[in-house]
């Protein structure tokens, strides 16, 4: 057994590399032109910790809020919230505060953003959600 992985069986961290991620577990949104990765997730309180994959013109199309915080840093590419201007680039940190109306977005190019939510997503499904993509990250009534 790989030392690394002997040293992980012995321990509740984790540990993951992005070459290792299992292509069956990415959520794709391809109306909208993005993909979701849950690198972790806490499905008592809702909170998560995402990779988002925008193609090139992928989007969120609508102004919305959250029922958390929400946390975003960029990897890669140029995402923009169109309703104030502000653009993510590679090191930006982004964070929107429970429940204030923020998007739509549109990145201009591939971008790659880790956003992490420290509680539950949204008190309702948005219009770019199903009801399977969705799962555990409707605020609780």
Same mark, same amino acid.
């Given at each position: 057994?790989?030392?690394?992985?002997?040293?992980?069986?012995?321990?509740l961290e984790v540990l993951l590399n992005?070459?290792? @991620?299992?292509?069956?577990?990415? %959520?794709?949104?391809?109306?909208?032109?993005?993909?979701?990765?849950?690198?972790?997730?806490?499905?008592?309180?809702?909170?998560? %910790? *995402?990779? @988002?994959?925008?193609?090139?013109?992928?989007?969120?199309?609508?102004?919305?809020?959250? *029922?958390?915080?929400?946390?975003?840093?960029?990897? $890669? #590419?140029?995402? $923009?919230?169109?309703?104030?201007?502000?653009? @993510?680039?590679? #090191?930006?940190?982004?964070?929107?505060?429970?429940?204030?109306?923020?998007?739509?977005?549109?990145?201009?190019?591939?971008?790659?953003?880790?956003?992490?939510?420290? #509680?539950?997503?949204?008190? $309702?499904?948005?219009?770019?959600?199903?009801? $399977?993509?969705? #799962?555990?990250?409707?605020?609780?009534?």
């Amino acid at each position: 057994m790989h030392e690394q992985n002997k040293a992980l069986c012995q321990t509740l961290e984790v540990l993951l590399n992005t070459k290792d @991620l299992d292509p069956e577990q990415w %959520i794709d949104y391809p109306e909208y032109g993005f993909r979701q990765y849950f690198l972790w997730k806490n499905a008592e309180t809702g909170a998560s %910790i *995402a990779l @988002l994959e925008f193609q090139k013109d992928g989007q969120i199309p609508v102004k919305h809020t959250h *029922a958390s915080n929400q946390f975003m840093y960029c990897l $890669e #590419g140029d995402y $923009e919230y169109v309703d104030v201007g502000l653009r @993510l680039q590679p #090191g930006s940190f982004y964070m929107n505060p429970v429940g204030h109306p923020h998007g739509p977005t549109i990145a201009h190019e591939r971008s790659v953003l880790i956003e992490i939510y420290d #509680g539950p997503h949204y008190h $309702e499904k948005p219009v770019f959600h199903t009801d $399977e993509t969705i #799962g555990d990250f409707l605020a609780k009534s």
